[in-house]
């Protein structure tokens, strides 16, 4: 029979689980991601917000619309640990695919001539999903923590220095979950964050 302190503690456990799991698909990457995208193209794109509509769906149906599909289609048959493919061994052919799906967008993009903002985003994330993909092969680093950094100084190098500390309790609250949910260590979350957040300061402030 369980006393009322055990009762506590269970009902605190999983009401900390529950917010746990909602922070990690509010600041899920495949919807951070998108909404970067977006915001990096207004801040540089022609033409306003329809210039904006454009550039970011170039390169969400590039870079992000091919994994999303293939990702729910494995994981919809059993073949991938989810959405958030919790195996570290799966994700390296994904981090391989996402990476050429980068170099084909740049490359267009080059082409095109389109907004320094996002090639800026696109060689960001490249060399981050690179260094990523290395570091995979013996450790899951985080990469919830990894979108939210970056997503975090490419507000304060776009928009404005606040976006940064703005950011940072979001920030807290993503490294947290993912630790909460045991989908990784403290130190895994911290590295995501971290690395993603100065790769990412590295080239917009180098202007590659």
Not at 50 to 72: I, N, T
Not at 154 to 176: D, F, N
Request: hydrophobic fraction near 60%.
């Amino acid at each position: 029979m369980s006393t009322p302190s055990h009762s506590l503690s269970a009902a605190a456990a999983s009401r900390s689980t529950a917010a746990a799991t909602t922070v990690s698909r509010v600041f899920s990457p495949w919807l951070v991601g998108p909404v970067t995208i977006w915001l990096t193209a207004l801040a540089g794109a022609p033409g306003g917000h329809a210039g904006a509509a454009w550039w970011s769906l170039l390169v969400m149906l590039m870079v992000v619309a091919p994994l999303l599909v293939y990702v729910l289609l494995k994981s919809a048959a059993g073949e991938l640990s989810g959405m958030h493919v919790a195996v570290r061994q799966q994700r390296d052919a994904l981090y391989l695919a996402e990476l050429l799906l980068l170099l084909a967008a740049l490359l267009l993009m080059t082409q095109l001539q389109g907004p320094q903002p996002l090639r800026l985003l696109l060689i960001s994330m490249t060399l981050t999903l690179l260094l990523f993909y290395i570091i995979n092969k013996r450790w899951k680093i985080s990469l919830h923590a990894a979108a939210i950094g970056g997503a975090g100084v490419i507000l304060w190098q776009l928009y404005s220095g606040w976006s940064l500390w703005l950011m940072m309790p979001a920030a807290v609250a993503v490294m947290w979950s993912r630790v909460q949910l045991q989908q990784h260590t403290p130190l895994q979350a911290v590295a995501g964050f971290t690395l993603a957040a100065a790769l990412t300061a590295l080239v917009f402030v180098c202007g590659c």
